[in-house]
């Protein structure tokens, strides 16, 4: 099939007359109507939004005596707060689709629904979870129980322009050096004079954020271990200094890093102004895709972030973080919203793969079955982009099993997740980067302030 058989057809699957931005943003719609399922959802692109109203919910509700009420959110920011505004009014949304670690608070408040039936009727249709899940090992809420049913994971890798390796003779670089001695190739090729080196987000934002956690775990360190028992914050001063030395030192070869976040650093990245940057899975590829930016839907590569010259065992690299639905036991109708995410997951693996078409390239399945069944390889998108189903493929076989060595010390209860949920560490990297402050006195600040997270955390956990 031809590129431009291919083009027409990807105009229909990404996101169809609107710009990048439009796209990545979502709209906050919708109502709180208490008439039926209240549905609050960052799953929002057009592609996604014509897939609710027109196909899953309309036939979801042709089936049962439930109605849904979507409502479309943002990222981050606004639909934080219109979250806590309606918990604030008493009137969360039935469901709430999100990471579970920004939620933390929510769950140690005892607000969410026990979710473990669910994730195992999903489980038995699709295959073993293969993201991250958290279970309330202690009883905090519920003994033994998860409050997470994932739709799809984020897989952090290097994403790269294949393209502009083969030609500057660039290797995939495997340790810190070698990354940053590519950045500078790239900054100075003349070749590539739009591209800088590496996009590195130091805004008060969760890219710059975990950008840091992910040099710590390349580094042989996390934010967090257990002592004695106890959870404390870790973040050992020399390991932390050289992270943040070596990031410093990629930001010279950024566009302004005080304006990138998850959604810009996409939009640089299609349009052609960065070579390699850090983000999740091969979702640069898909928005490059629905974009008909071929030439970069073709030559973006992703690798496993480098690491700090240590060996692999060293790493505390996570696995896949889980993206997906939580319900409200406060909502409308807890039980409805139940029935509508067993609907959609727990039906057929069929079902489940085809909720990968708006959004091919942005999560994995979170499920193990599902990349390798032939209903997500007869999916559209891939028909007309086969070298980015092998993309997905490629993260699931080669670059999560890199993943999770340390899994069994990495300690991960509610008070941690709490403490994850804050943007102590993303306000440190903005300090030092797009400011002035001293490296020593912006971490100092910053550890204090996790400390204090994590001790509210523990207080609303009752102390785990």
Not at 98 to 126: H, K, R, S
């Amino acid at each position: 099939m031809s590129r431009e058989h291919r083009y027409s057809r990807r105009r229909l699957l990404g996101a169809t007359g609107a710009s990048t931005a439009a796209a990545l943003a979502g709209c906050l719609g919708g109502s709180g109507n208490d008439d039926g399922i209240h549905f609050y959802t960052d799953y929002s692109t057009e592609t996604w939004q014509n897939r609710w109203e027109d196909d899953l919910i309309p036939a979801f509700e042709d089936e049962t005596d439930h109605t849904v009420n979507p409502e479309y959110a943002g990222f981050q920011g606004d639909s934080e707060e219109r979250l806590m505004n309606l918990i604030q009014a008493n009137d969360p949304p039935d469901i709430h689709v999100e990471t579970f670690y920004t939620a933390a608070d929510i769950w140690a408040q005892g607000m969410l629904q026990p979710m473990t039936d669910t994730l195992e009727a999903v489980e038995d249709v699709n295959g073993d979870i293969n993201v991250e899940t958290f279970e309330d090992e202690e009883g905090v809420v519920s003994q033994g129980d998860t409050f997470h049913v994932s739709h799809g994971g984020y897989t952090n890798v290097l994403v790269y322009r294949e393209d502009i390796y083969d030609a500057l003779g660039l290797d995939v670089p495997e340790t810190w050096d070698e990354l940053v001695d590519n950045a500078e190739t790239i900054d100075d090729s003349d070749e590539f004079d739009t591209a800088r080196g590496f996009a590195t987000p130091a805004g008060v934002v969760g890219q710059s954020r975990e950008l840091f956690w992910m040099f710590l775990y390349q580094n042989g360190v996390d934010t967090h271990r257990t002592a004695d028992g106890d959870v404390e914050v870790w973040v050992p001063e020399d390991e932390a200094i050289e992270a943040l030395d070596y990031l410093t030192e990629l930001a010279q070869y950024s566009p302004d890093p005080s304006g990138l976040n998850w959604g810009t650093s996409l939009e640089q990245w299609v349009q052609g102004r960065v070579g390699q940057m850090y983000h999740v899975n091969g979702w640069a590829a898909g928005v490059a895709a629905a974009e008909g930016i071929d030439h970069i839907a073709e030559n973006t590569a992703v690798a496993p972030l480098p690491r700090n010259d240590i060996p692999l065992e060293e790493s505390y690299m996570t696995l896949p973080t889980g993206n997906g639905y939580m319900v409200f036991e406060g909502g409308n109708n807890p039980a409805g919203a139940v029935e509508f995410i067993e609907w959609l997951y727990a039906d057929s693996i069929e079902r489940t793969a085809s909720l990968f078409e708006q959004e091919p390239m942005r999560l994995l399945p979170a499920y193990d079955d599902v990349v390798a069944s032939d209903a997500y390889a007869n999916l559209e998108y891939f028909q007309a982009w086969p070298e980015h189903l092998e993309l997905n493929r490629q993260i699931q076989e080669e670059i999560v099993p890199m993943y999770g060595q340390n899994t069994e010390e990495s300690p991960t209860t509610g008070a941690e997740q709490y403490g994850l949920s804050g943007y102590h560490y993303a306000d440190m990297m903005n300090q030092i980067i797009v400011g002035d402050a001293a490296i020593e006195d912006a971490l100092a600040t910053a550890k204090g302030q996790a400390e204090e997270r994590l001790a509210e955390g523990k207080e609303l956990t009752g102390g785990w």
